[in-house]
């Protein structure tokens, strides 16, 4: 163990759960610009700070959110608090829900908040987000820990030394990988039917348009991991947040099993096994039980379709942390085979579903237009719905690409994959695979303008965000 991982082990706030009780009343949230190193090179990104430490914000259930925000980085900014239901003209997203916070600018944010769970933070302005501008945000159910574990958040991120910019122009020009590889040209594509209308064969899906770097889990790559100590025997809860900007994950737990107890912050009826898919945006909170005696257990993070992952390592007693290969196995496709076996724990209402749309995913022509119904959008309405009625949206993705969908305001159900019918998981982040169909339940008791997007950055910002509105309109 080197200096640097024993000071990680003894300031990080991510391994003591006595954070939840330590923030303070009202948070000081700082957005930076700082040097992080990767694999011996320097680069220059953002992040956040709570009261001066890294690490993000803990709070509790049952008293307001509130916090003071202050932009210290020479261009405008906003924060989203992704998973948590603030009033509309806070939850950060220019164009829709407030004005940018300005260089030098500080504001404040209060309001309910009626969820626990693990979520984060992060901009939701241009390409920031590539840039790592973004933190745990994670809301204890009690002042102290509900069961007797020891706990981590991880934090994932894809990591590139180019101006995300550039990439983005460089795919816009036909630079991409994805260039050209659309399965429905979006002209032939009707917005009301379920299939594409002759058009050409649905081509081989892909897993990235982007390449990067470096993967990293906590700021780390495994060049030189995060080494969290662990008691042998006992029981370990680990809070996973995929930050990513375009890459889908695979949580590898190794010669460990372990349980899938919550998904996007609501906890679920646990799942077994080592090995979880975690898109775009999406959480997961996986409880281990170590074996006894001493030993070192290496979690994987592996990008879909790449060879290329992060990790951390449990050590539990005297065990000998081994270096181990920042590339791996060439991973699958990530799918979402598990979805209709994820049961919320959570019951809803039992309401009729007041009416159902269809959504074409589409885009990826050699333009680099995403959108949907067959046309590139930005923040207009996509949805007009009617508070107090229960809508159902059947997303049927027409690309290549998978598509990471999350709504903003509301969490929703999932209900559908392929025509087979199931009650799912409640989250607000679901994957929808290229030429599948998944249709999401959700209530509109939350009045506004709300972002309803593809969480792929790149894609986002080439047109795949709309809103869904509320209206007195049928």
Request: glycine share 0%; proline share 8%; hydrophobic share 35%.
């Given at each position: 163990m080197n200096r640097r991982t024993f000071l990680a082990l003894a300031s990080s706030p991510l391994v003591i759960p006595q954070a939840y009780a330590a923030q303070a009343a009202r948070p000081s949230i700082t957005v930076e610009t700082r040097m992080l190193e990767v694999n011996g090179k320097a680069a220059k990104v953002f992040g956040l700070n709570v009261d001066g430490k890294s690490g993000g914000l803990y709070t509790r259930y049952g008293k307001d959110f509130t916090a003071r925000v202050t932009n210290q980085l020479q261009e405008p900014t906003l924060l989203h608090w992704h998973g948590l239901i603030p009033p509309l003209a806070q939850d950060g997203v220019p164009g829709l829900s407030g004005p940018l916070m300005k260089a030098g600018e500080s504001r404040d944010y209060s309001f309910a908040n009626t969820r626990t769970g693990t979520h984060w933070m992060h901009s939701h302005v241009g390409l920031q987000e590539q840039r790592l501008l973004a933190a745990p945000l994670i809301v204890a159910e009690d002042g102290?820990?509900?069961?007797?574990?020891?706990?981590?958040?991880?934090?994932?991120?894809?990591?590139?030394?180019?101006?995300?910019?550039?990439?983005?122009?460089?795919l816009q020009g036909g630079g991409g990988l994805h260039a050209g590889h659309n399965m429905a040209a979006p002209e032939k594509v009707d917005p009301h039917a379920g299939h594409t209308m002759g058009t050409e064969k649905l081509m081989m899906p892909m897993a990235s348009d982007v390449a990067f770097d470096a993967m990293l889990a906590n700021d780390r790559t495994l060049a030189d991991p995060e080494i969290i100590r662990a008691e042998k025997g006992g029981r370990f809860r680990l809070r996973i947040i995929n930050g990513a900007a375009a890459s889908n994950m695979w949580i590898e737990l190794g010669s460990l099993q372990g349980e899938l107890v919550a998904v996007d912050g609501n906890s679920i009826r646990p799942v077994r096994g080592n090995r979880f898919p975690l898109a775009l945006a999406q959480r997961a909170d996986v409880r281990l039980e170590l074996p006894q005696g001493s030993g070192a257990y290496p979690i994987y993070f592996t990008v879909e379709g790449s060879d290329m992952r992060s990790g951390i390592v449990l050590k539990a007693g005297a065990a000998t942390v081994t270096k181990t290969a920042e590339r791996g196995a060439v991973a699958d496709m990530l799918d979402i085979s598990m979805e209709p076996y994820l049961r919320s724990i959570?019951?809803?209402?039992?309401?009729?579903?007041?009416?159902?749309d269809i959504v074409m995913l589409t885009g990826g022509d050699q333009g680099y237009q995403w959108g949907f119904n067959g046309k590139p959008m930005m923040h207009e309405t996509l949805l007009s719905v009617r508070q107090g009625e229960r809508y159902e949206v059947i997303m049927h993705n027409m690309t290549t690409m998978a598509h990471p969908m999350h709504l903003h305001g509301h969490y929703f159900r999932v209900v559908d994959i392929n025509g087979q019918r199931f009650k799912g998981a409640i989250r607000d982040t679901v994957l929808v695979p290229p030429g599948d169909r998944v249709t999401i339940q959700f209530d509109a008791d939350n009045p506004g303008n709300w972002a309803f997007h593809c969480h792929h950055l790149y894609h986002m910002n080439s047109g795949m965000m709309a809103a869904i509105s509320y209206s007195d309109a049928a």
């Open positions: 102290s820990a509900l069961v007797d574990e020891q706990e981590h958040v991880v934090m994932l991120h894809d990591f590139t030394f180019r101006d995300p910019q550039e990439i983005l122009s460089e959570a019951e809803l209402p039992d309401n009729p579903v007041s009416r159902t």
